[in-house]
């Protein structure tokens, strides 16, 4: 079958592999439908990623139909649809139990998925621990639709559970990034008095406007003023940096008032500084991370409910043999791309 695989440092290439099979009868195989490029594919590409494993077959983002199970699987059958978990987890050990599955302790719990073992941008992939890497995606939602349940969307909701929004608040998102945009579309379900988005690309900002009328939108370098004058007590009441630049970690804590949830979920190629005493007397709480990947089937509920939509945020499709060009064009963030899905 068809593969994309991390050959080596900077390079990955189409690659024809066996078909998977199943290892363990909590396994399922899938045939994979459609899968998506994630900017976590780049950082294995680039090497920042020191768990990838050269060789493995990337992709962590797709949806398909359940082709074959092991004995133990008893939530998916042959002929499901469903999405695949960015997160491989036991469901049974302590992290498990707690909703910390991306801290699951089993050997390949976490992201193994198109990083530790071989993932789903390929024809078919193999699922460990199906019955909890796997949700059944309804008639009435479609493979796009479900398309980012697994991760960044996961990632989104993830973000906004943890940043304790109530109603009226003020929201600052910082980077409008496909992750960004999925924790604006999933803190709108919390009824925030203002959401502000911080984005410097001006292609992404006019996403933001055309889409969402409702949002506000900054420039990095008129962030704080405007945060200050569009907020009650002098700051944002929550923030999620999804951006990840040399500038962003700073500029999210100075935006938030006293008191505030500052989530970073955003990856950093670099150490970050927390000025202990300039903040002294803030009073901040932050949440650092990745996804617990554990609110699938709430999302795709809210998916079939018309809540949640984000496939306006699929700009370009290509099919799997054309992989060299998808990631191109991803990369260098060409032709306005937000999302790239890849037909398998
Ligand atoms: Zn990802
Ligand atoms: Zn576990």
Not at 40 to 65: N, W, Y
């Amino acid at each position: 079958m068809l593969t994309y695989t991390y050959i080596s440092k900077g390079k990955f290439e189409l690659a024809e592999k066996p078909k998977p099979v199943l290892l363990h009868e909590r396994d399922a195989i899938v045939k994979v439908t459609l899968a998506s490029i994630c900017t976590s594919d780049l950082h294995i590409k680039h090497g920042s990623v020191p768990r990838a494993v050269e060789g493995v077959t990337v992709g962590h983002e797709m949806v398909g139909i359940v082709q074959e199970v092991g004995n133990g699987v008893k939530n998916v059958k042959p002929g499901d649809r469903v999405t695949v978990n960015v997160e491989t987890f036991c469901g049974e050990c302590f992290f498990c139990k707690n909703g910390y599955v991306n801290n699951c302790t089993d050997k390949d719990g976490g992201w193994a998925l198109g990083c530790r073992i071989d993932g789903g941008q390929a024809e078919y992939v193999r699922v460990p621990f199906a019955d909890t890497g796997l949700n059944r995606i309804p008639d009435t939602v479609s493979d796009r639709q479900a398309l980012f349940v697994g991760d960044i969307l996961a990632t989104g909701f993830w973000s906004v559970r943890i940043s304790e929004i109530n109603e009226g608040d003020t929201v600052l998102i910082i980077g409008a990034g496909p992750t960004g945009l999925c924790a604006l579309i999933c803190a709108m379900l919390k009824k925030p008095g203002k959401i502000i988005v911080c984005e410097k690309d001006e292609g992404r900002i006019r996403f933001v406007n055309e889409h969402y009328p409702d949002v506000l939108t900054v420039t990095p370098d008129k962030c704080r003023d405007f945060v200050l004058k569009n907020s009650r007590f002098g700051g944002a009441d929550a923030v999620i940096e999804a951006a990840g630049s040399d500038t962003t970690f700073s500029l999210a804590w100075q935006c938030a008032r006293p008191n505030a949830v500052v989530t970073i979920v955003a990856l950093y190629d670099r150490p970050q500084i927390l000025p202990l005493p300039e903040m002294y007397g803030k009073n901040l709480t932050f949440k650092t991370g990745g996804v617990d990947g554990c609110d699938c089937g709430e999302i795709i509920s809210l998916i079939k409910e018309g809540k949640i939509n984000t496939e306006l945020l699929i700009t370009h499709t290509y099919p799997l043999a054309k992989a060299d060009e998808a990631y191109g064009l991803f990369e260098n963030k060409r032709d306005g791309v937000i999302k790239v899905a890849l037909e398998c």
